[in-house]
Antibody, heavy 127, light 108 residues
Framework: QVQLQESGPGLVNPSETLSLTCTVS?????????WDWIRQPPGKGLEWIGN???????YYNPSLKSRVTISLDTSKNQFSLKLSSVTAADTAVYYC????????????????????WGKGTTVTVSS | EIVLTQSPGTLSSSPGERATLSCRAS???????LAWYQQKPGQAPRLLMY???RRATGIPDRFSGSGSGTDFTLTISRLEPEDFAVYYC?????????FGGGTKVEIK
């Protein structure tokens, strides 16, 4: 079954760029799934960062859009997150997840849910 | 942006009791757009429900979801010890996702 694993530095200096990778095992990127990043500051709720489709199309949280880049490397079965100009407010557990989207029959609505998650990786922004 | 407001913030209940969690959207959404997750301390969230009322694979039938328009509910018919956790609702619209602030279900 598909598994996701986040990796990257646990400590990032303020004003620098946070870079994380999610490795997807037992799966190919050729099918119709989205690949999402979500974060959770200490003691707080979940915040969606953005996602990427297998075609390479990306969608970002408007509040983070100016600082976020999500990319896909199908040859390595990985997708990545870059968040620039980080501050202490970006300290969080970062999760990668698989997004499943499918059309509700006979409507123009879609289901969308995150059905497989990585275990998360803690990133602290501090000098 | 659609804002999801969950209530109560904390629900104190005993094993065997019924728990009712609310998720209210700032504007009307399709029930297909609404999902629920459970998160235990130190763990990633787990998908419980999608399409407001469809249970994800492996989710026991004591969990049920309902609602339409702006008001959605997650019900746990009889709380088991493993159900004490934080629950989040999530909506998908215009290619963007938002989460509610969460409801913590704690042991009374």
């Amino acid at each position: 079954q598909v598994q996701l694993q986040e990796s990257g530095p646990g400590l990032v200096n303020p004003s620098e760029t946070l870079s994380l990778t999610c490795t997807v095992s037992a799966y190919s990127f050729s099918s119709n799934y989205y690949w999402d990043w979500i974060r959770q500051p200490p003691g707080k709720g979940l915040e969606w960062i953005g996602n990427i489709y297998h075609s390479g199309s990306t969608y970002y949280n408007p509040s983070l859009k100016s600082r976020v880049t999500i990319s896909l490397d199908t040859s390595k079965n990985q997708f990545s997150l870059k968040l620039s100009s980080v501050t202490a407010a970006d300290t969080a557990v970062y999760y990668c997840a698989r997004g499943t989207k499918w059309k509700v029959p006979s409507t123009y609505y879609y289901y969308y849910y995150l059905d497989v998650w990585g275990k998360g990786t803690t990133v602290t922004v501090s000098s | 942006e659609i804002v999801l407001t969950q209530s109560p913030g904390t629900l104190s209940s005993s094993p065997g009791e019924r728990a009712t969690l609310s998720c209210r959207a700032s504007q009307t959404i399709s029930s297909s757009q609404l999902a629920w997750y459970q998160q235990k301390p130190g763990q990633a969230p787990r998908l419980l429900m999608y399409g407001a009322s469809r249970r994800a694979t492996g989710i026991p039938d004591r969990f049920s979801g309902s609602g339409s328009g702006t008001d959605f509910t997650l019900t746990i018919s009889r709380l088991e010890p493993e159900d004490f956790a934080v629950y989040y609702c999530q909506q998908y619209g215009s290619s963007l996702l938002t989460f509610g602030g969460g409801t913590k279900v704690e042991i009374k």
